[in-house]
T-cell receptor, first 117, second 108 residues
Framework: GAGVSQTPSNKVTEKGKYVELRCDPI?????LYWYRQSLGQGPEFLIY????????DSGLPNDRFFAVRPEGSVSTLKIQRTERGDSAMYLC???????????????FGPGTRLTVL | SQQGEEDPQALSIQEGENATMNCSYK?????LQWYRQNSGRGLVHLIL?????REKHSGRLRVTLDTSKKSSSLLITASRAADTASYFC????????FGPGTRLSVLP
C-alpha cells in the first residue's frame, strides 16, 4: 500500500513569507508526527497528533509554527514569517496509534526540504 | 538536549566488514529503536528492542541493549555498499527523541 507522502518535496521561499507543508499519512493511521531535521543532525520532534487533536505540541519552537489535522488524516504544518533559520528538512511520520507509552512503529515520509532565502 | 547519542559520528569500512554503532541515552525507556536514513531521504525503521530484552536479531542486524549502562549497539554484519547511510537510535513512547546519528560509509 501507499506510504506516507509529503508535498512539496522542495520549497524555496523568501524571508518573511508564509509556507504550508502537507503530509498524507498511511490510511488508517491515527497518529501523525512532525519532525524537523537540520543538516547533519537527527530529527527533532515538533508535534504529535492523535486523531484530530494535537496530543503534544511541546516541540514547536515558537508561535510562528502551527499544525492542523482537521479530519484526522492529512496534516498541514504552517510556518508564518519564515526566517532563514527555519531552513531544514521537515519530516512527517504516521503510526497506528495507541495509548500513551505503547510502542507503535513510525513510518516516515520522504520529507519536504524548506529553504528560506 | 537530545536523549540518544550515537557514536561514532562517522564510520568508514570496507565492504564485507562488520560495522558497530553505539547509542547512549539518559532516562528510563520502554523501548529503543534504530532507524536508517539514506542521503536526503526519509527514515526507515530497522529494529526495535524492548527494555526487558538484551539482544535482538533481524537478518544481518544485531541489536543489544544494556539498561544498566543506558546503552545500545547496532551491529551490521557482512556490510554492503548499499548499507551506506546514517543510522539513528530513538527512544520515547510517542514523540521520539533521536540522537545525531552515525554516518556509515561502506566502500566497495
Amino acid at each position: 500500500g501507499a506510504g506516507v507522502s509529503q508535498t512539496p518535496s522542495n520549497k524555496v521561499t523568501e524571508k518573511g513569507k508564509y509556507v504550508e507543508l502537507r503530509c498524507d499519512p498511511i490510511s488508517g493511521h491515527t497518529a501523525l508526527y512532525w519532525y524537523r531535521q537540520s543538516l547533519g543532525q537527527g530529527p527533532e520532534f515538533l508535534i504529535y497528533f492523535q486523531g484530530t487533536g494535537a496530543a503534544d505540541d511541546s516541540g514547536l519552537p515558537n508561535d510562528r509554527f502551527f499544525a492542523v489535522r482537521p479530519e484526522g488524516s492529512v496534516s498541514t504544518l504552517k510556518i508564518q514569517r519564515t526566517e532563514r533559520g527555519d531552513s531544514a528538512m521537515y519530516l512527517c511520520a504516521s503510526s497506528q496509534g495507541g495509548t500513551s507509552g505503547s510502542y507503535n512503529e513510525q513510518f516516515f515520509g520522504p520529507g519536504t526540504r524548506l529553504t528560506v532565502l | 538536549s537530545q536523549q540518544g547519542e550515537e557514536d561514532p559520528q562517522a564510520l568508514s569500512i570496507q565492504e564485507g566488514e562488520n560495522a558497530t554503532m553505539n547509542c547512549s541515552y539518559k532516562t528510563s525507556i520502554n523501548n529503543l529503536q534504530w532507524y536508517r536514513q539514506n542521503s536526503g531521504r526519509g527514515l526507515v525503521h530497522l529494529i526495535l528492542i524492548r527494555s526487558n530484552e538484551r539482544e535482538k536479531h533481524s537478518g544481518r542486524l544485531r541489536v543489544t541493549l544494556d539498561t544498566s549502562k543506558k546503552s545500545s549497539s547496532l551491529l551490521i554484519t557482512a556490510s554492503r555498499a548499499a548499507d551506506t547511510a546514517s543510522y539513528f537510535c530513538a527512544t520515547g513512547g510517542q514523540n521520539f527523541v533521536f540522537g545525531p546519528g552515525t554516518r556509515l560509509s561502506v566502500l566497495p
